[in-house]
């Protein structure tokens, strides 16, 4: 009888030992749901004391549905053997939401019935956030895309406006002082076209389709046209100096 028990015990250490080297979470319940045990990789993904562990503690991080088909898998296992995976969210009080998969198979004694039913756990959260990130880069090199296509359609609009205005102060020049009106309506066209066709850089950066190259700017011109921008959305009641 000492001789059945210490084997017992030893095939109860080694089998231990076996599911502790799994580095996926692991847990095993009988026919009777009770929980027989669990690996090194379930006690630290719940973060649990597996002497004071029951399996209404685990279905308490899941929620009502998932503990449903947890358990109406489990009563299928036991009925007809197989083996059923499904994904759900565990919710732990402190720790973010994580999407699991759920592997369930059969144990099954020498006779060929199922004894019990092995869960193994899958941590798929930070596949899931890997996916989120790529749909969220597929979706803004999309838009970089489009606002590429829009900002060229945008540049040949600019460039005839840009060459009649060049002409239009060309002859203002030629006709002397009494076009000093004129001259000053060419030249705030072209500030503004030159503003569009900053703004044209800008989109053409953000849609990658052109390098930007640093180089040194003269802030004097830069604030002057903000300041323009700028006075015209204040109240009266503030006033802008400019040195």
Excluded: W
Excluded at 107 to 121: A, Q, R, S, Y
Excluded at 136 to 155: R, S, V
């Amino acid at each position: 009888m000492s001789g059945e028990t210490s084997s017992s015990k030893h095939e109860f250490c080694y089998d231990q030992s076996l599911i502790d080297a799994i580095p996926a979470p692991i847990f095993i319940q009988n026919q009777k749901r009770s929980f027989l045990g669990a690996n090194r990789a379930f006690r630290a993904f719940f973060d649990i004391n597996p002497a004071f562990f029951d399996l209404s503690d685990f279905y308490g991080s899941l929620d009502i549905e998932t503990v449903a088909r947890s358990r109406e898998i489990d009563t299928m296992i036991f009925a007809h053997g197989g083996e059923t995976s499904f994904e759900a969210t565990i919710k732990n009080s402190g720790k973010p939401e994580r999407s699991v998969i759920f592997h369930k198979a059969p144990i099954c004694n020498d006779d060929g019935e199922v004894t019990g039913v092995v869960t193994t756990l899958f941590d798929l959260t930070k596949q899931r956030k890997t996916e989120l990130q790529l749909r969220h880069a597929q979706k803004m090199e999309a838009i970089g895309t489009l606002a590429g296509g829009i900002a060229h359609d945008f540049n040949n609009v600019l460039t005839p406006i840009v060459g009649y205005a060049e002409i239009m102060r060309l002859m203002a020049t030629r006709e002397g002082e009494e076009n000093i009106a004129s001259m000053q309506y060419v030249s705030e066209i072209l500030a503004a076209a030159k503003r569009a066709k900053s703004l044209v850089e800008q989109i053409l950066t953000f849609s990658r389709s052109r390098e930007k190259k640093a180089l040194p700017q003269y802030l004097h011109p830069i604030v002057k046209e903000v300041l323009k921008l700028i006075r015209v959305t204040l109240p009266v009641s503030i006033e802008i100096r400019q040195e």
